[in-house]
């Protein structure tokens, strides 16, 4: 059973251009989050997705970013017109849809980006 | 606003020795509490939650402690090992399947 699948691993982008973010959550979890951690800081929240529906983005910046979860296919994290301050590592988590209620998430091995 | 955050920046300790990691906490309402390790360029791994109705859990050579009069968490690792350096932080949550809220963080560092 693997893990919560997130790729790129690295991502370089330069200002202005697009960074598009992956994330395949485990067997059996339907429900995504994403997480922003600066360096040497704590994961921030950011958005909180099931599919098709995001349930809580309020730690989402108004502007720039956004993020899905189709039907089909993995979550996509995604920041238009990069700039520095968006260098960070992205974290997804993901949790099942039943059971007690889920005290620790799966998290991914996060995406690095970097905007040169 | 609420917030988790932990006293000390850093943590050195004897290979051998018990650690004791603190986190402080300020929403009176968080329904659980959960450790993390987290190793380079990894992400966070789950080590032991608490609900707020405990005062004390245990698992394999870690506890956690509950004080919500003062609320304060922490996580003693027992006879630490150089495999239990990491980066360290508690997180808080409110309800089922919803965001947590992380503190900074602490290294842990083993001394052979």
């Known amino acids: 059973n693997a893990g919560v699948m997130q790729n790129p691993r690295h991502l370089v982008r330069r200002r202005g251009q697009e960074a598009r973010l992956r994330c395949s959550p485990m067997?059996?979890?339907?429900?995504v989050y994403w997480y922003r951690q600066l360096p040497e800081e704590g994961l921030k929240f950011m958005v909180y997705?099931?599919?098709?529906?995001?349930?809580?983005e309020s730690g989402m910046p108004k502007e720039r970013f956004s993020a899905e979860f189709p039907k089909e296919g993995p979550s996509i994290l995604r920041i238009q017109q990069v700039v520095r301050g968006d260098s960070a590592a992205y974290f997804c988590?993901?949790?099942?849809?039943?059971?007690?209620?889920?005290?620790?998430?799966?998290f991914g091995s996060g995406t690095r980006l970097t905007v040169v | 606003g609420e917030s988790v955050g932990l006293h000390l920046p850093t943590l050195s300790v004897q290979e051998g020795d018990n650690s004791i990691i603190n986190c402080a906490y300020s929403?009176?309402?968080?329904?659980?509490f959960i450790w993390y390790k987290q190793e380079s360029g990894k992400g966070p791994q789950f080590i032991i939650d608490?609900?707020?109705?405990?005062d004390k859990r245990q698992g394999q050579r870690v506890t956690v402690l509950l004080n919500k009069t003062v609320k304060h968490l922490s996580l003693q690792i027992a006879a630490t090992q150089p495999g239990d350096s990491a980066v360290y932080f508690c997180?808080?949550?409110?309800?089922?399947?919803?965001?947590?809220?992380f503190g900074k963080g602490i290294t842990l560092s083993v001394r052979p």
């Open positions: 997705l099931q599919k098709e529906n995001i349930i809580d």
């Open positions: 997180a808080e949550g409110t309800g089922a399947n919803s965001k947590l809220t």
């Open positions: 608490i609900r707020s109705n405990m």
């Open positions: 929403n009176s309402a968080s329904d659980y």
């Open positions: 067997k059996g979890h339907s429900h």
């Open positions: 988590a993901s949790s099942p849809r039943t059971g007690r209620p889920n005290y620790g998430y799966t």
